[in-house]
């Protein structure tokens, strides 16, 4: 591939993308505030412990009665939750020329997710509870572990059952740039991979792509968007910015940190809910916290517990995408296209290049779009003789 040594300048945000970015700011901070005042509502008005006891005379026995309470409890919360569903995955997308999703498809998709989330709920309620009954002193050590076996599950499951109900999945249909992905996943060291683009323009403007499933479900996904909007060297360095996260076993760690950071929530929930059940049980309905109506107790303290850790959980995952961004150079070793393919998501996707640190440290998944394009820039060691940081994957 012919080197390209343009420098490529990074644009200042217009002024709808500083008004998305600030909005932004505003609704993250009311939808964490809903995630902490819905359950306490929940809780501190004794209507949990009302589900948990329709649940138990309609279920009778324990499983179906937890699977009951278990829908009873999605179905709640997504009602309360909806108005600001609505605003923000509706209403704000549309105001901001994101969107191209029909109400129609935003009600189909609501309630296909509340949906999955009540079976999903339903499926797995049963461990924490049944581990409190048999094992009050490490329940939390074994709830926190068994997130290990149920993520990976979900990963697996989910490129073959799940994302398809809400889009609709095919074969790339550019088979030239399909030949040139997969000769990029044979060099990485990732034979026989399989990339599929997806029909998201039904629902929004923005570009994007991922690596998702595990062994026989492992693919790369490619949104149409994305395909219309970058030519093919932008959308070969931004494919190989995927395989990095797969080859680097970024979703494994993160799994990894997810188990953990599930055991340190389990932990924290063992130590500390008992005292707000002695004090408050008159309002709670309940005395102990295996009682199924203590759902809504174990989000209240898990969600704070995540708060708390979010900086550092969003800090490693940003290094995770400078690990993937440095793997994409060195094995597409076009610098151009990696830094316009940043400056093209920018742009379709209203973001602000300097994001201020507190956006950073509860927002920021990724680094700056100004630092990633830096990167690109600057990072060719190839050229000057040096060693390549990822060059025993490369084949």
Sequence with gaps: ?????????????????????RSG???????????LLIPAILLFT????????????????WYWSLAIYAGLFTVTTALLSLPFAYYQGYVRQHAYGL???????????????????AVGLALVLWIPYLLLRRSPKRWWLYAGLSTLPVATFLLVIS???????????GPLENKALEQRILA???????????????????????VNAYVTGMGGTKRIVLWDTLLDQLNPDQVAFVVAHEMGHFVLRHVLTLIAVATI??????????????????????????????????????????????????????????????EADRFALELTRDNRAAATSFVRLQEKNLA??????????WRGSHPPLAERVDLANRYRPWETGEALRYRKSFR
């Design 1 to 21: 591939m012919q080197e390209q040594q343009t420098h490529v300048a990074v644009p200042e945000p217009t002024p709808l993308a500083i008004r998305y970015y």
């Design 25 to 35: 700011n505003i609704v993250w901070g009311i939808g964490t505030a809903l995630s």
């Design 46 to 61: 004794g209507f949990s412990a009302r589900l948990r006891t329709a649940a138990f005379r309609l279920g009778r026995r």
């Design 99 to 117: 969107s191209n999703q029909t109400l129609e498809k935003w009600t189909g998709d609501w309630l296909k997710g509340v949906g999955l989330g």
């Design 159 to 169: 490129p073959v059952w799940i994302d398809p109900l809400f889009n609709k999945f």
């Design 184 to 206: 990029l996943a044979e060099r990485a060291g990732i034979p026989g991979s399989r990339v599929y683009q997806v029909n998201k323009s039904v629902d929004t403007k923005a």
């Design 261 to 322: 950071l599930a055991v340190i929530s389990f932990y924290v929930i063992h130590r500390v809910a008992g005292r707000l059940i002695g004090r408050y049980a008159p309002r709670f309905r309940f005395d102990a916290l295996a009682d199924p109506a203590s759902l809504p107790l174990l989000i209240l303290l898990g969600t704070a517990v995540s708060l708390v850790a979010t900086p550092l959980v969003l800090a490693f995952n940003r290094y995770q995408e400078r």
């Design 352 to 361: 602000v290049p300097r994001p201020g640190w507190l956006y950073l440290m």
